[in-house]
Structure formats: C-alpha cells, structure tokens
C-alpha cells in the first residue's frame, strides 16, 4: 500500500498554464499557491449525491420518450487507485455533447441541431470491485472558437466523487485515432505524451454488444505514475 503522496504524478496533469488553450492565460494562477490544511469534516463528508443515483441513470439513450439520433455506444471500466485496486462505490458522472457535437446549455449556439431524446448527462456508482458503465451516444466533434477553425475532438467529460465533496476529479475521455489531437491545445495541455495516451478510450470488442452497441474501456486511474491526467489540479 502506498503511504507517501506520490508528488511525481502531479506531472501527468495539465499545466494551469497553457498558451496555446488561450483561456488558460486568464484562469492560471500567477503567485504561488498557498496550501489549506482540511479538518476532519472536509476530509470525511458530506457524501456528496451519492443517495440519489437511480436505477438507470446510466443510461443516457433511455431518459426520453424516443431513442436519440446517433451511434449508440457502451462506455465502461473500473474507477483504480495507485496500486490498481478497484475503488467502491464512486460516483461517477458523465456530461457531452450530441452526436452533432453540440451541448444542451444555453451558451452552445453553434449552428447544430438539438436531439430531444438527449440530454448528454448520467450517473452511476462504482461496484465492490470499482466498475463502471454507460450506454450513449457518441459524441460529435465541435468548433470551439479557440482560434482560427478550431474544433474539438470528440469527446465525455468524467466526474469522479469520493466519500467527501472535496474528492472530486474531473476529466475528458477521447477515442482511438481521432484526427483532430494534434490540433486540440486542451489535449494537449497535458506535457507528457504518455499520460495524454491515458485519457483516449480503447476499443472493446470482447464487450461489444452484436448488432446493437460497439464498446470502449476507459479506466480512471485517480494517482500514481499511471494516473489519469485530471483537468482540476
């Protein structure tokens, strides 16, 4: 069991810092951060949420009265500490885009259309051995207005909360082979190749459902030299 918080994978997260991701320049810190101790309410609650999932919440392609427009897809994997362990009984949630690449919020006015039998959000917990699973649709690319023709690649946001509010993590998902990573300074973002290598899903055909969903494995690594990177270090 690891006793000592490993500092060296602070590494595979993103810089605060990011040029070329132009809203990084007004968000990142310029003095150093100053450490806040947690007390013991911090540290061990509230439990945040976790009450409230319902059963089929993970299931983003059943919400509505008709089935949405796009490729289904089945988004699983297990939520792992530092020593490859399964971590109980996280939540996990999900939001993205349509499969046109446009989001349900009122700051999303690109020219797309909406699907009214999706939302783009679900939830679920973590089981005793750390798995997790969604059934969606996947996700288009879309312009983001970054810089000249930018758009990003398709992609779902993940958010993993522990036993205590202060646990959160948040991160993105990409898939295999998508043309658009060299061009994504949010990708990017994250210095180390490897670890950029660790937030793109792979392709499951063992869990692959026949003639209805083909299938991805992510597995969220929470720290440790093979951690996640995560967008909120």
């Not at 758009?151 to 522990?162: E, T």
């Amino acid at each position: 069991m690891t006793f000592i918080y490993p500092v060296d994978s602070n590494k595979a997260h993103p810089l605060p810092l990011s040029p070329e991701y132009k809203s990084s320049i007004k968000r990142a810190p310029n003095k150093p951060l100053i450490p806040m101790r947690h007390t013991l309410s911090e540290l061990t609650g509230p439990v945040y949420g976790h009450e409230t999932v319902r059963e089929g919440d993970n299931d983003l392609t059943t919400q509505h009265s008709g089935e949405p427009i796009g490729e289904r897809i089945i988004v699983h994997g297990h939520v792992l500490d530092e020593d490859g362990r399964g971590v109980p009984n996280s939540l996990v949630e999900i939001w993205q885009a349509n499969s046109c690449g446009r989001y349900v919020h009122v700051r999303d006015q690109h020219p797309a259309p909406l699907d009214p039998n999706f939302t783009g959000a679900g939830r679920t917990q973590s089981d005793a051995a750390g798995y997790y699973r969604f059934v969606t649709i996947k996700p288009g690319a879309y312009p983001w207005g970054n810089h000249h023709n930018a758009w990003r690649p398709a992609h779902i946001h993940l958010s993993v909360f522990g036993h205590s509010f202060v646990t959160r993590l948040v991160t993105q998902m990409y898939f295999p082979a998508d043309p658009l990573f060299p061009f994504d300074p949010i990708f990017n973002s994250v210095p180390d190749e490897k670890a950029r290598a660790r937030m793109v899903s792979s392709f499951d055909l063992e869990n692959t459902q026949p003639e209805w969903a083909l299938c991805y494995r992510f597995n969220i690594v929470l720290r440790g030299k093979n951690a996640t990177p995560m967008e909120n270090h």
